[in-house]
């Protein structure tokens, strides 16, 4: 059965769409036709390869490369995995807060697939490094540019997936990153007046 | 299949070949800066040593080239440029692998390289497998010069060439139609024999790029041109025998030139030697850069220029 599903190259369009339609990517993962949980995973995997390389392809290269290349790419991916469904449980918090019904599976699935325009950083930054043209600058402006691109995919999925507006599915897939900054501010905060109580003291 | 679904196979199918393509990158990056046999110790910041490397036959190649790498004596050049404006750079070790060029390249190197010196920067030259003619008119402009015992070395004199096809033309039935200007316009002509003035004049522009060699020769080292003179007749040596006439200073590998220069510019033993670096790429990039470049391909096909002088060992 895996082999007919993927002789039937449908799984193609879960990329095709998180490159070129957001919401029919959505569509797809609503309809559980084909199955895309497992599928998924395989762009958090791929991203943390290409991160891998890209980053040695950057920095002095040495023999730890052949260890990072053969299970460091494991931690890193179970890094991004972490991230994700930590970010998908705040964000399926944020949704049920604007009334909306919770769907944490649906938006694993949904922010594993906006990662996947991540994985051109290695091609396009590879390009800069070749010619020696400025490619630090162009590394981190092409990481930035295909972040926000990760970033209006996982958007419009969510306007998609609630029928909500773009504003409000904005604030829903930022909400993570504002609580846990605001977290780590008043983290900060605490230990600061903690650590002055402590040398006055 | 679908055609979209056809573009995203051949898009994932190119994203797998540069992840390979970077992985091998990579890899050679790391063997083929490991037996390079060039020790670099401790950080690389800091002052420290730069390396200049003249390899090959040295020529004027001042074009960016089939794929805009800079090679020849101009990138020679604008590397000695980049460790003059590099405040990092105390000392310049310039290694010689060359059997010399052409008369205007090797003055080029020589001239820069004496700019350096004067600027107080030590140079140590370094002398490989062969550095002769212009390779050790090079080195000449350096503080201090290194050989190993088995380089070969020393080869003053200069040297033009030109292939006499007249008997072979008339042969095979051939011959050239010659519309000149001047009588001298086609001197050094393959097509016929060389007349006696023509050789007078040839033997006038060799006979000033050597007094110009041997005078730079002489500054270089310190010594006068009638010192220089009774060995500078073309011979080769082995860097025993410059030692013994003194076209040298020293016996010693790679590393001893680095720790020369290093003490010269007194800075510690484990001071960082600043290399040039090329990634695999860009190597296999100039070789091909070599294949398809246009002095290859007008040697090929035999239009290289004929008016060549060069202060080169032709064996």
Redesign the interface.
Known sequence: MILSEIRS?RW??F??HALLDPRALYRMVGRNEPRGFLLSFAVPA?VA??DI??H??FGR???F?YYK?TYGWILWFLLIFFRTVVAAALMDMASQFFGYKGNIRELVIVLNFSLFPE??I??LA?IF???RFAPLFFYILISMGLTVWSALIAIQCISEMHSASIGRSAVIFLFPILLIGVTLILAFILLAILGVGYFVG | MDRNRKLLISILALLVLSAVIAIVDISINMQYKKPSGISISGPRIGPGVGIVRIEGAIEMVSSGGTFGIRQGAESIIDRLSDLEGNSSIRAVVVRINSPGGTVAATQEIYQKLWRLRKKNIPLVASLGDVAASGGYYAASACNYIMADFGTITGSIGVIALSPNLKKLLEKLGIGMNVIKSGKYKDILSSFRDMTPAERELIQQIIDSSYRKFLKDVALGRNQNESDIAPIADGRVMNGETALKYKLIDGLGTFEDALDKARQMAGLSPDAPVYDESKSPLQELLLNLQGMLGAGSLYRAAGYENSYRVEYRWEP
Do not use: G, N, R
Request: aromatic share 20%; net charge negative; glycine share 0%.
């Open positions: 190259m193609t369009d990329f095709m791929a390869v290409v390389i890209t040695s392809l290269e040495t023999s490369f290349i994985v051109f290695l091609p590879y490094k070749i010619f």
